[in-house]
């Protein structure tokens, strides 16, 4: 039985900005409600009362100094725009022209 | 001394360039010739930086005729896998996404081996964005294995373990999510090294699941192992979850005596899922501490069953916040032809990404979704604690821990690029390692009759890499064989 269904997936790639062909979101339904169907094995184990574990070093918040440090130019962050007009990222337009 | 000088080791290249029979120049150059006469076949690296290492060798071979080396690896030439940031050339986790980005720095660890004088030849392919266990998912190329053409050198740094094993340079760098070093190192047959989470600055190294990911070297041996330790290893303000304990010097453990160690041997990695020759390998490996003198003991690991399930939601979740940067925007692929901001979102990921990367962004976007995130992401990260403390309890008991690196050698290209379950259980005796945060080591234990590597993975408590390298030198004293060399010409 298919643990997920096509909507499923498109609702997902929704989520993901991800754009499925017909073909991927098929093969998505077959092979996503395998992997998770094995996933299901977790419900066997009892974890009552464990704290779920975040992260692995025991260390909360580090800080530093405020001051200021070196950071990029203006020129050397956008080298490697798609789009730019030297001094900003440029995307397609946002709101519609009236 | 030229022809041949590619075989050599780290430690080796620079007792020759300190006693003057040979020169980085020298050994640079006979690897590149070996890149050249080899990589074809195998296409370990995506990218060779010639020009960039001869000069680089130049000003080495000055260092050391003046007897002022940088350091114990001036000179050396090493590759890196294509996850991390270098200045040089590109940089580009073999995805369509990142083709022809140029990173404006290099990572913390690139940083520290240049300032060590070593040399990188080039990049080395990967699976996309690290995501693999054969290097399959590469948008550029299938890596061979140096011992057998038609196999798979392992994943995701397979490009690094096959250039090391193959004489293509001495040492490289790789990065380990789930066993992305310590998979590969066993099928290609050389060292490899995941060290404890925090050990190695991870700035600049491009993310994939960031509570697991960490990097680590590819060597030919366990000393060599400790020279590249001694240099990536160590606190960086660039990277909060580097962690702040001091760096012994790891040549110092290179001693071969185990005779004061425990070995614990877990009972749930040694069932019907391991193959009876890679078996009797890690048996008779065990002997060989025994015979050193070790104490072998059995252990459990209760919660190992659980390990693929609570790695494949934990890293699939991490990795698509990680992966949602990639957007079009700033850096990487842009659709062409957007009609609006939404729209060129969708387009680039959709056309920028590779099958198994978006497989597992969808799976990590559904199990954070509303709805499903108590039941899959919370309870990975209970089950996660739980598979924490059987080592915490195991390491009580041992002072490392022996087991085989991967199920089976080396398989044939294509034979489980069908099912992704099946790939992802590849992994199964390194994944575990990566979700409790310990280090673990892997080291050639013999070839199986089809003469293909198989690998010995040794496992440590938190920052015990000395300890690790120890066994490793030990076992490698004592084993009474060695490899040889591949048949790939």
Known sequence: MAKITKEDVEYVAGLAQLSLDEAARERLVGEMSNILSYMDKLNELDTSGIEPMMHVLDISNVYRDDVVGPSLDRETALMNAPKSDGEYFLVPRILDQE | ?489
């Open chain 2, 1 to 489: 001394m030229t022809g041949t000088l590619y075989r050599l080791t780290a430690h080796e290249l620079c007792d020759a360039y300190k006693s003057g029979k040979t020169t980085p120049s020298q050994a640079v150059s006979s690897c590149l010739d070996r890149i050249n006469a080899v990589d074809s076949k195998l296409k370990a690296f995506v990218d060779v930086w010639k020009d960039y290492a001869v000069d680089q060798a130049q000003a080495s071979d000055d260092r050391w005729a003046k007897g002022a080396p940088k350091g114990p690896l001036d000179g050396v030439p090493i590759g890196l896998k294509d996850v991390l940031c270098t200045k040089q050339g590109f940089t580009t986790c073999c995805s369509k996404i990142l083709r022809g980005y140029r990173s404006p720095f290099d990572a913390t660890v690139v940083e520290r081996l240049l300032n060590a004088g070593a040399i990188p030849v080039g990049k080395l392919n990967m699976d996309e964005f690290a995501m693999g266990s054969s290097t399959e998912n590469s948008s550029v190329q299938v890596t061979r294995n140096p011992w057998n053409l038609r196999c798979v050198p392992g994943g995701s740094s397979g490009g690094s373990a096959a250039a090391v094993a193959a004489d293509e340079c001495a040492i490289t760098l790789g990065s380990d999510t789930g066993g992305s070093i310590r998979q590969p190192a066993a099928c290609c047959g050389c060292v490899g090294l995941k060290p404890t989470y925090g050990r190695v600055s991870r700035y600049g190294l491009v993310a994939f699941a960031s509570s697991l990911d960490q990097i680590g070297p590819f060597t030919k041996d366990a000393h060599d192992m400790a020279l590249v330790m001694n240099v990536i290893s160590g606190r960086d303000p660039h990277d909060a979850t580097s962690a702040d304990v001091p760096v012994p010097d790891y040549t110092k453990a290179l001693r071969a005596d185990v005779s004061d160690l425990t070995v614990g041997l877990p009972k749930e990695y040694f069932t019907d899922a391991l193959g009876q020759e890679m078996r009797e390998k890690i048996e008779a490996a065990v002997k060989v501490f025994e015979k050193s003198g070790a104490k072998v003991i059995e252990v459990s690991l209760p919660h190992t069953d659980y390990a693929v399930a609570v790695y494949y939601i934990v890293c699939t979740a991490e990795a698509s916040a990680n992966l949602a940067r990639f957007d079009g925007v700033r850096y990487g692929y842009r659709a062409p032809n957007a009609v609006s901001v939404e729209d060129m979102y969708h387009r680039s990921k959709s056309e920028g990404y590779g099958p198994e990367v978006q497989r597992r962004i969808m799976l990590g976007t559904y199990v954070l979704s509303s709805g499903y995130y108590d039941a899959y992401y919370l309870k990975a990260q209970k089950a996660r604690a739980l598979i924490r403390r059987d080592f915490t309890n195991a390491f009580q008991k041992c002072d490392v821990i022996l087991t085989p690196t991967a199920p089976t050698p080396a398989f044939e290209i294509g034979a489980k690029t069908a099912d992704p379950l099946e790939m992802y259980l590849s992994d199964i005796y390194t994944i575990s390692v990566n979700l409790a945060g310990i280090p673990g080591l892997s080291i050639p234990c013999g070839l199986t009759a089809s003469k293909l590597p198989a690998g010995l993975q040794i496992l440590g408590k938190p920052f015990g890499e000395e300890t690790l390298l120890r066994a490793a030198y030990t076992y490698e004293q004592k084993r009474g064989f060695t490899l040889g060399q591949p048949p790939i010409s």
